[in-house]
């Protein structure tokens, strides 16, 4: 394996749309931590699926990507926003006006539940209608994008335009939902748990049609889950987080054929698999720790098989593990071999990966 | 009498009617469950698969009373329990003593805790009921040695606590516990494990599982993720039965129906359910002509399925296929009928 070491030593200049350095999230003057310290570049045009259990500070990094964390959390660190190559925006030092017109129509955000975010007083289509105005964009223009969307994503404009939220299934509610924020088109869509109310058919469906709608807008898409396997096959890349950190992070195939951080693989080893045998499908074992009790050192040492003294005392960097991957974690390369997996694990097999 | 299932479904149908109402000049039919046969026997699991609004949850609620059917019957050990509800029966056993034994887990535990209790006291109000001749201390000690049982340690503890200071985990772990105290013969978990994080499915399956055992019970299991079906099904040795609009598209035993899926609804559904090994190759294409389910009060006819089906054939748009029952299975598919006229119709078009 040879690895080049400009790529190593200057991730940064792959074209990032959206750049966060040392973003921490603190309650309590500073005594909890939500996110600690997560550096992440999101690439233009990427999917990138986050993956982390409740309260692994998830649904903070994707508040945090707008500056948009709840009262009374503290944010600091740096997002940089970069509409083109060579522009930067920093956004948390924008005036509440700029993030307003950030918010929609530069990074758009879906989360779960659609119910919640529809007025159940108004049809779908005057919901369209409020966004463009708010914006002061084109209203007629902006209703033929709408159409345009809606039938991407399999509904009939007309049919939906017309209705209120609740006339319209869930599957359909959240269908309506992606469109709506795609209608001042922005660049970047995050997405929190968009699916997660929905049965699994209607959710690869959704799946399936943001692909598509990733090719036919040059979208950048962030997509929130706590379900790793379903994200998966939509991601280019995987970043899993744990206790409020980012663990491990590289091409979506490279984490699942060869995960490396032993969290991850005793997650992937937790999920019900439809070809993994029974008997090999295991829980991981003691809880995640909360924010005013994250262990020292490694944070996921009292739960790790592999953890030694020093995971007990010192922090572990992101150790790279092929130049695109990396991993959170002194004893990686242990991992692989002590942690085995419930399906099919490529190069590992024979042990002549060690 | 010996030969009577626990719980047998014969030719159930549960049809809501929506009133008319200001929008609408004709009330409306929604047919939730439609014609369907089915057993559970003794420490058997029977799962329930299919989208939202295939029916899984009325069809659930149905086999454990908690709905009554529009048509046909429901017994439980051989009495029609809505007889025996109405005291229109002769059997030995009161509408208390069956509804005792039919248990529920709900998706939501939190919802069905009450938040002003704390475990112990809600874990005291079954076993009161069932066992009323226990003191105060013996019933404690009960309740401590199950909450260890179920893994929440020390016992005592987690008793003293109300709802909002457990995890989702725990709290279904309490859900669970207060149905086992009831010594049921069933339990319907309906989507109970769907809520809690994909890391602690496999536990909670896992305990149940484990408490089946102990205390003797079935299990009605429904879920809309194959993967879970699979894994709570086969470790129960029981069958999956695929729901489509009201209807049992198929219903096998785990392995057979994953395996070697006879109905092109339950292909789908597989479809749908993330393959790890497959991350290379993400699913490319949608395998139904339609996403959405069609509307319940005005379900297609012929095979319910025709309209999204991806083998749909001209046949299926006008005749209904009965379900084909086999040695433990039973499909409702002409494709598993090598004789059947479809075979010699034409497909449908894409908008059919």
């Given at each position: 394996m040879s690895i080049s070491s400009d790529v190593l030593n200057e991730p940064q200049d792959r074209d990032a749309i959206i750049r966060m350095d040392d973003v921490s999230v603190t309650y309590d003057s500073g005594d909890s931590y939500v996110l600690d310290d997560v550096s992440l570049a999101i690439e233009r045009n990427e999917i990138i699926g986050i993956v982390g259990e409740s309260g692994s500070g998830k649904s903070m990094l994707a508040s945090s990507l707008l500056d948009?964390?709840?009262?009374p959390g503290q944010l600091s660190g740096s997002v940089e926003y970069r509409p083109v190559q060579d522009q930067n925006v920093e956004v948390l030092a924008l005036e509440d006006s700029e993030l307003r017109a950030l918010r929609w129509e530069e990074i758009s955000m879906v989360f779960q539940g659609a119910m919640s975010s529809f007025n159940p007083t108004m049809k779908i289509k005057e919901h369209f209608i409020e966004t463009l105005e708010a914006h002061n964009a084109p209203v007629e223009t902006g209703l033929n994008r709408a159409h345009e969307l809606l039938e991407d994503l399999y509904l009939k404009p007309g049919r939906v335009l017309g209705s209120y939220p609740h006339e319209l299934s869930g599957g359909m509610q959240q269908r309506a939902l992606i469109a709506l924020s795609l209608v001042l088109e922005p660049d970047v869509l995050v997405m929190d748990e968009p699916t997660a109310a929905l049965d699994l058919l209607m959710q690869q469906s959704i799946l399936l049609l943001l692909r598509e709608l990733r090719e036919k807008y040059d979208l950048t898409m962030v997509f929130i889950t706590h379900d790793l396997p379903l994200v998966a096959s939509l991601a280019d890349r995987l970043a899993v987080m744990y206790a409020f950190e980012l663990v491990e992070l590289g091409p979506a195939s490279e984490v699942i054929n060869t995960p490396t951080h032993p969290y991850t693989r005793a997650l992937l080893n937790a999920t019900p698999n439809l070809n993994a045998p029974l008997s090999e499908m295991r829980p991981v074992k003691g809880k995640s720790p909360a924010p005013i009790n994250v262990p020292s050192g490694c944070s996921y040492h009292p739960r790790c098989p592999l953890d030694t003294e020093e995971c007990r005392t010192n922090h572990p960097p992101a150790d790279p593990v092929t130049p695109e991957h990396t991993a959170a974690c002194f004893h990686w390369e242990e991992a692989r071999t002590e942690i085995s997996l419930n399906y099919a694990e490529t190069g590992t097999n024979d042990g002549d990966w060690r | 009498m010996s030969t009577d299932p626990l719980l047998r479904l014969e030719d159930v149908a549960v049809h809501f009617e929506n009133e008319a109402g200001l929008l609408t000049d004709e009330s409306e039919v929604v047919q939730?469950?439609?014609g369907l046969s089915l057993s559970i026997e003794e420490n058997d699991v029977v799962s329930l698969v299919g989208e939202s609004g295939c029916g899984k949850t009325t069809l659930g609620k149905t086999a454990i009373g908690l709905q009554r059917p529009t048509a046909g019957r429901v017994t439980y050990r051989g009495h029609d329990i809505w007889s025996v509800r109405d005291g229109?029966?002769?059997?030995?056993?009161?509408w208390q003593e069956i509804r005792q034994s039919l248990q529920i887990i709900h998706q939501d535990p939190g919802s069905s805790l009450n938040p002003n209790r704390r475990i112990l006291s809600i874990l005291s109000e079954p076993l009161r009921q069932v066992?009323?001749?226990?003191g105060t201390s013996e019933r404690r000690e009960r309740i401590y040695s199950l909450l260890e049982r179920v893994g929440m340690s020390p016992a005592q503890d987690f008793a003293d606590?109300?709802?909002?200071?457990?995890s989702g985990g725990e709290q279904q772990r309490v859900v669970l516990s207060r149905a086992l105290l009831m010594n049921p013969d069933v339990i319907l978990a309906d989507e109970a494990i769907s809520a809690l994080d994909v890391s602690l499915r496999v536990e909670m399956m896992d305990l149940m599982l484990e408490l089946q055992a102990v205390f003797d019970t079935s299990y009605i299991f429904i879920s809309h993720d194959l993967s879970n079906a699979r894994y709570f099904t086969q470790h129960g040795d029981g069958k999956i039965g695929v729901m489509y609009l009201g209807q049992l598209a198929e219903v096998g035993p785990a392995e057979q129906l994953i395996e070697d899926p006879q109905h092109p609804y339950t292909s789908v559904l597989r479809w749908a359910t993330p393959d790890l090994a497959a991350v290379d190759t993400p699913p490319q294409e949608l395998p139904m002509r339609k996403i959405d389910v069609p509307d319940p009060i005005d379900p297609p006819s012929g095979c319910r399925f025709h309209t999204r089906c991806p083998e749909a054939r001209e046949h299926c748009r006008q005749t209904d296929p009965k379900p084909v029952p086999a040695e433990e299975s039973s499909v409702r598919c002409f494709r598993a009928q090598s004789t059947s006229p479809y075979w010699d119709s034409e497909p449908l078009e894409e908008n059919d």
């Open positions: 948009a964390v709840p009262d | 939730a469950v439609d229109e029966s002769d059997a030995d056993l009161s066992n009323p001749e226990l606590r109300y709802p909002h200071q457990l």
